[in-house]
């Protein structure tokens, strides 16, 4: 059975909502951009198609691996600004390279540092609407769609990136997904 210390104190603090969100989306997306540098030296020593590791696919159903970063990045930026009410920008999705996916991934950066973090705090309990198809959405608590929705779709996808890259024999490790975390 868990007992506080102090039973004066709460054992666990509450953290913001800037801090769950910006700090986390911007670690894993600089830690894309070094899967994708990785994936750029691995080219270069084997001389292969980079191509072949932006289309790849780990099944017949699933997105290439150029869109995985793109909704990475889209996941992200989205869903700050859902969150903070900011206007996120559009990307063209056109991306087909390795740098031009690193250049998204940077732009993608650049909004989230331009965020304040005051327009993401207090948002837990702020209704976010979200689309969940076509012609469907679903409306969910700030804190619940961070926690359950936006944060795991962007891991999601970043991982899926990392698995593509790491099946086609980059040099990637636990370390490398992990990298940013070091602080």
């Known amino acids: 059975m868990w007992a506080p210390i102090d039973p004066g104190k709460p054992k666990f603090m509450s953290i913001s909502m800037s801090s769950a969100a910006l700090p986390v989306c911007t670690t894993m997306l600089g830690n894309l951009v070094h899967f994708l540098d990785k994936a750029q030296a691995h080219v270069k020593a084997k001389g292969t198609d980079p191509m072949a590791l932006t289309q ?9 691996m150029t869109k995985q970063v793109q909704i990475a990045c889209d996941a992200a930026k989205n869903g700050v600004a859902r969150l903070s ?4 920008p559009k990307f063209e999705d056109s991306e087909v390279t390795l740098d031009e996916l690193k250049a998204r991934i940077q732009k993608t950066l650049h909004f989230l540092k331009s965020v304040p973090p005051e327009k993401l705090d207090g948002t ?3 209704d976010i609407t979200f689309p969940t198809g076509k012609d469907t959405t679903t409306t969910m608590p700030g804190e619940a769609y961070l926690k359950h929705v936006m944060l795991p779709n962007m ?6 990136a990392y698995a ?6 980059v040099e990637l ?3 490398d997904y992990l990298r940013g975390a070091a602080g």
């Open 155 to 160: 891991f999601f996808h970043v991982t899926t």
């Open 124 to 126: 837990e309990t702020k």
């Open 173 to 175: 490790g636990k370390r």
């Open 164 to 169: 593509i890259l790491r099946h086609n024999g």
């Open 56 to 64: 790849f696919r780990l099944a017949p159903d699933m997105l290439p």
């Open 85 to 88: 009410g900011v206007e996120a």
